[in-house]
């Protein structure tokens, strides 16, 4: 970490993390803070689902929730950004205090609940910013007192079909009571059919990806593996935050209720992106999300079987130059190994990484 971004993080801390976060929002609006230079290396680029991602590092879900940002986020060197979770209506989400850092766990649990201002206001940026490059995947839920859960995904496909570079159909947050139970088998291939036929019915189609927790044992897997492959979609992302507390360091704050994020999320994540590869085959394309905060563990994301990979909380500790390293450092790699692609790594390490689930 650079002694700027050492100065911004500290600034950063001293605020409560929803006021920082706002703070951060804002400066990105501004123009601030500028991010390491991202090499354009021909080798990092990846064509996924009828898209050029020119590397495969993006921003998670959950930072950007309101679609103010994605232009900036690509300028900090991402190769894609994931706006969201957007619920058809606004909703201010549960109570606060409801994000805690774990500093000694470079940690993050927060309990947020799918605050944000509606499809309408996510709606009216996205438009606003047609025809600018950059690949901007759009996140979508279910508003907590929903009469019907599947309905709220069926809009969120309508609306945002038109303006989203891909889906993404998020049912795996642990702060939305229910939410993960449309993982189980029969709600999930409702719920799939159902969001299938409206991005048929939409004037676009962009590619559905499916985004599951990562506190799923090996017959959800199965289900969610056999559901995602009848319904054709096209891509899942693992995973989610977690309800774990497993080998934490950090003292009270590791019993607060909420999701779990950031670098103890890595080695269960990407055994169970390891095991979803296994299950899903070669050809359906998977990104890999939890615990990134370095070159190494984007890589070894992609050796467990990633096409893509997605990082928020790592960006937190180690600052927004963080995406610009981790690109150089892949271009570094894929010299140094003589790589005519990087994605000649993916799988490499999907045996070894699926029997430790």
Known sequence: MSVLDRIGQKLLFSFDPETAHGLSIAALRCGLPVGATAP??????????????????????????????????????????????????????????????????????????FNNEGHAAAEKRLAARKGRPGIVGVNIGANKDSADRIADYERGVARFAPHAS??????????????????????????????????????????????????????????????????????????????????????????????????????????????????????????????VHSTETALEKIRAGADLVQLYTGMIYAGPALPGRIVAGMARFVERERLKSIAELRDSGCASWSERL
Do not use: H, W
């Open 166 to 291: 891909y889906l993404t159909i998020n049912i795996s947050s642990p702060n939305t009571p229910g939410l993960r139970n449309m993982q189980a088998r029969e709600q999930l291939g409702e719920l799939l059919s159902r969001v299938m036929a409206a991005r048929a019915a939409a004037p676009a189609q962009p590619p559905v990806f499916l985004k599951i927790a990562p506190d799923l044992v090996e017959a959800e897997l199965e289900d969610i593996a056999a559901e995602t492959a009848e319904k054709k979609i096209d891509g899942v992302i693992v995973s989610n935050t977690t309800l774990s507390r497993t080998g934490l360091r950090s003292g009270g704050v590791a019993n607060e209720t909420g999701g779990l994020s950031g670098k103890p999320l890595f080695e269960r994540s990407t055994a169970v992106l390891a095991r979803m590869r296994k299950l899903l085959g070669p050809d359906m394309a998977i990104v890999g999300v939890g615990g």
């Open 40 to 113: 354009r290396d021909a080798r990092l680029k990846i064509r996924l689902c009828g898209l050029n991602f020119p590397n495969p590092l993006g921003m998670a879900a959950g930072y950007d929730k309101n679609a103010e940002v994605p232009d900036a986020l690509l300028g900090l060197g991402f190769g894609f950004a994931e706006i969201g979770t957007i619920t058809p209506l606004p909703q201010p989400g549960n109570p606060k205090p409801r994000i805690f850092r774990l500093t000694a766990d470079e940690a993050v649990i927060n309990r947020l609940g």
